[in-house]
Structures are given as C-alpha cells and as structure tokens.
C-alpha cells in the first residue's frame, strides 16, 4: 500500500535562510508526487508536482523539488525563504494508471523568524 | 481559474443534529471528493464521487454519507453529528478520471466544522 511520511510535525527557519522539507514515500513502482501549501484559513494549493522525466521539479513561489527515486524521497527546496513562506506544507502521492486517489502525508508546519 | 467554493467556513452543531456540508466547483469537473484533515493525520478521503449520483468510500466513509444530483455540486452529510467528527472538511475536484493526464486536484478552502 501507499504511504506518504513527513517526518518533521514543525520546522522554523529564519526569514532569509534556506528550507528543506522531508517527504518520504512508499510505492511499488514510480508515483506521482506532489507537494501542496496551506496558507492560515486557506484551502491547499499546488506547489508542483512530478509526473515523469526531469527528476528536479521547478514549482510555484520559487520552490523546487527532487525526486529521488534510490531514497523514495520527494524533498522540498527553497533557496531563500520569506515571511509569507510560513503555512503547512503536504506532500502527496498518487498511483500511475486508473487511480486518482492521493495519499497525504501528515503535513509539516514551517514557521519563519523575523 | 478552477473555483472551488464550500457553503460554509464555519459551523457548529449539537450532537445528534443532521449536517450538510456543501461544494460547488465551477469548471464541470467529473471528480469531486470530500477530506477531512486532522492535525498530524494529514488528509483522509472520505468519499469521492466520478459522475452524477455515483459515488465510492474513501479511507473513513464510516458516520458520513454523500449526494451528488449535480455535476457542480458534492455534499457531504454527517446523518448525526458526534463530537469526533468535529474537524476540518476539504472538498476538490478533478477533471479526468487518471492522474496519467497531468491534471492536479483544486481545493476549496474548507470548512471548520465544531460538534458539541
């Protein structure tokens, strides 16, 4: 079965520094990976995603991932992170073929210092 | 731009009180799901719907049912309300029926749903 695991619950960077979140997963062959963004009061929105080919996905708001297929990882980028960065980031994965159900992970929460 | 719009950001209910959550979505999507998203248990499908009056169980269908007589429009029914159903209900929707095509899910931006 397919398992989705964000092993930070909360993550505080400085406003200016780099980010990485972890996002590890648990599929038979390649999945689709996603990573969404949920804003304080807001629904989820898409970051980006990987479906296939170049395994270093550009994103929206300057973020990026790689996907590594040897780790079962999907980890999140950004090389300089802003005040209006702080929400709770998903990761997500979902089957190749008929499937278009997503497993979440748990979510981990970024806080940004001033 | 997909819009996927939720009646209410806010309800609160008494046990035992029948519940609807309702969903719109405005670009005739044929798939529309309900979640429900708990803190440090991520997002759980409680029931996803392909077309017009079909529906199947999600992860957690069990206390929940669901209506879809619209193409546009996704209810999700709490029969009678418990306190541990008290959560947040994300609604989306998605337009083919594979994730092959490339297409991603929209969320609407949920509602707080407090039992008492």
């Known amino acids: 079965a397919q398992s989705v695991t964000q092993p930070d619950i909360h993550i505080t960077v400085s406003e200016g520094a780099s980010l990485e979140l972890r996002c590890n997963y648990s599929y038979g062959a390649t999945p689709y990976l996603f990573w969404y963004v949920q804003s304080p009061g807001q629904g989820l929105q898409l970051l980006l995603k990987?479906?296939?080919?170049?395994?270093l996905v550009q994103g929206i708001k300057g973020f990026e991932a790689e996907f590594k297929r040897s780790q079962s990882s999907f980890n999140l980028r950004k090389p300089s992170v802003h005040w209006s960065d702080a929400a709770e980031y998903f990761c997500?994965?979902?089957?190749?073929?008929?499937?278009?159900?997503?497993?979440f992970g748990s979510g981990t929460r970024l806080l940004v210092r001033p | 731009d997909v819009k996927v719009t939720q009646s209410s950001r806010y309800l609160v209910k008494r046990t035992g009180e029948k519940v609807f959550l309702e969903c719109v979505q405005d670009?005739?999507?044929?798939?529309m799901f309900w979640y429900r998203q708990d803190p440090g248990l991520g997002l759980r499908l409680i029931y996803f719907s392909y077309d017009v009056k079909m529906k199947e169980k999600g992860d957690i269908p069990e206390g929940y049912s669901v209506s879809r007589e619209k193409k546009e429009r996704f209810s999700l029914i709490l029969e009678s309300a418990s306190t541990n159903q008290t959560s947040m209900y994300l609604c989306a929707s998605f337009r083919d029926r594979a994730l092959d095509l490339g297409n991603e899910q929209f969320f609407g931006p949920g509602t707080r749903l407090t039992v008492l």
């Open positions: 990987y479906f296939s080919g170049d395994t």
């Open positions: 670009m005739d999507h044929e798939n």
């Open positions: 997500a994965v979902g089957a190749r073929g008929s499937s278009y159900k997503l497993i």
